[in-house]
């Protein structure tokens, strides 16, 4: 059941103090929704929510903030129940929590490659199943589960992080379809690069990357999607992502070995310039 209005509903948003999450959140709030956020930083956490009480008068609306750690699954299943004490009811759900590494595979090491799964997988995992059993009793509800252009693409020396985007992909894939007819929806986001906290401090991973989109660009995009009801929200604003998009969908192995040797040109061009400089 498509969630046209959201005056009174109640939206959650993981990774909320920055970021999308931060953003959405805003977005959803200004039209009318009970906003439970919640975020491992508890100290943007708190600033996140104080900004959301000033952006103007609350009215009968609440603001909640929890700490919360995504991968731990009593934690996550803690702030659905706490969620579903505002009026009884969880709307919508937004998991916006992620991370983001990047590297070689021969340099990427197990440890980092199960992070990434657990907090961008297994976060959007336990907060989809969590939510769930109030969204059946209710026999409405909607998820945005946030995966990236990286869950369409192959680009090299991210493959952790795509590993983590491809999987919340095929998840919300077979789950959209496991919720037919239950009046539960997802919309799936895949945004190009947004520029958010996590392309501009975690290691190993702004290699060149060009940042196309704002938060609140990307938190506009939701909000439409929602209450339109769409599935698949990609926001590509780029000729050679859309580009490489559409060459994904008509030829795979193509896309990959042009994607491989522009990589490999880049590497080239950038141990030139090294050498030159020496």
């Known amino acids: 059941m498509t969630l046209k209005e959201f ?18 959140a805003h977005a959803l709030y200004t039209r009318g929704a009970h ?22 008068e609350a009215g009968d609306r609440q603001v909640v903030a929890m700490g ?3 991968t731990n699954e009593i934690q996550v299943q803690a702030l659905m129940q706490h969620a579903a004490q505002v009026t009884g009811r969880i709307d919508l759900v937004v998991t916006s929590a992620g ?69 919340v992909r095929g998840f919300s894939s077979a789950l959209r379809a496991e919720l037919f007819g ?39 995009e939701i909000v439409k999607a929602v209450q339109e009801g769409q599935a698949d929200l990609t926001l590509a604003p780029n000729q050679d992502i859309a580009f490489a998009l559409q060459l994904m969908k008509d030829d795979e192995r193509k896309a990959e070995q042009l994607m491989g040797m522009a990589f490999h040109q880049q590497q080239q061009q950038a141990n030139q310039a090294s050498s030159e400089a020496r």
């Open 68 to 70: 919360l750690d995504v």
């Open 7 to 24: 005056s009174g509903a109640v939206a959650v948003v993981t990774g909320g103090a920055s970021g999308i999450g931060k953003a959405t």
């Open 99 to 167: 991370i983001g590494r990047g590297g070689p595979v021969d340099e990427f090491s197990g440890a980092e490659m199960q992070r990434l799964m657990d907090i961008n997988f297994m976060g959007t995992y336990h907060a989809v199943r969590a939510a769930l059993p109030f969204m059946r009793q209710q026999g409405s509800g909607q998820y945005v589960l946030i995966s990236s252009v990286a869950g369409k693409l192959p680009p090299p020396q991210l493959s952790g992080y795509v590993a983590s985007k491809w999987a």
């Open 182 to 220: 239950s009046g539960i929806d997802v919309t799936t986001v895949y945004p190009a690069w947004v520029d958010t906290p996590m392309l501009q401090q975690e290691a190993g991973f702004n290699m060149n990357i060009e940042i196309l989109l704002t938060p609140d660009m990307v938190a506009a």
């Open 35 to 56: 906003i439970v956020i919640a975020d491992i930083n508890e100290q943007a956490l708190a600033a996140a929510a104080q900004e959301l009480l000033a952006s103007q």
